[in-house]
Nanobody, 128 residues
Framework: QVQLVESGGGLVQAGGSLRLSCAAS??????????MAWFRQAPGKERDFVAS????????YHADSVRGRFTISRDNAKNTLYLQMNSLKPEDTAVYYC???????????????????WGQGTQVTVSS
């Protein structure tokens, strides 16, 4: 089991930056044993993949829509997942969720169904 709590969301103008954090508390295995990911859900839309990072080693994959602008990372010593978001666009507006799975990292676009643990979400709003 792992508990996830996101933070760092807010209101920012287009072109700005935000850094999201996801604090993890694992009771069964250490944080480094989980594949982690960020998903987002815009108003009226499905939850969509943003980025993922592998267990301990930290290999990453980013969705086409955010590649070059967003960077997923993790600090296993702090049990924390991050999403650095630069050059934000209005279409990035969404609730952002961190997620965890004990399954292996795919190295490609992932789906919500593979992740059994979710945070409560943090709102990111990008104005034009």
């Amino acid at each position: 089991q792992v508990q996830l709590v996101e933070s760092g969301g807010g209101l920012v103008q287009a072109g700005g930056s935000l850094r999201l954090s996801c604090a993890a508390s694992a009771s069964d295995v250490t944080f480094s044993a989980y594949t982690m990911a960020w998903f987002r859900q815009a108003p009226g839309k499905e939850r969509d993949f943003v980025a993922s990072i592998s267990r301990s080693v930290g290999s990453t994959y980013h969705a086409d829509s955010v590649r070059g602008r967003f960077t997923i990372s993790r600090d296993n010593a702090k049990n924390t997942l991050y999403l650095q978001m630069n050059s934000l666009k209005p279409e990035d507006t969404a609730v952002y969720y961190c997620a965890a799975t004990s399954a292996a990292w795919y190295g490609r676009r992932d789906t919500p169904g593979r992740y059994g643990y979710w945070g409560q979400g943090t709102q990111v709003t990008v104005s034009s």
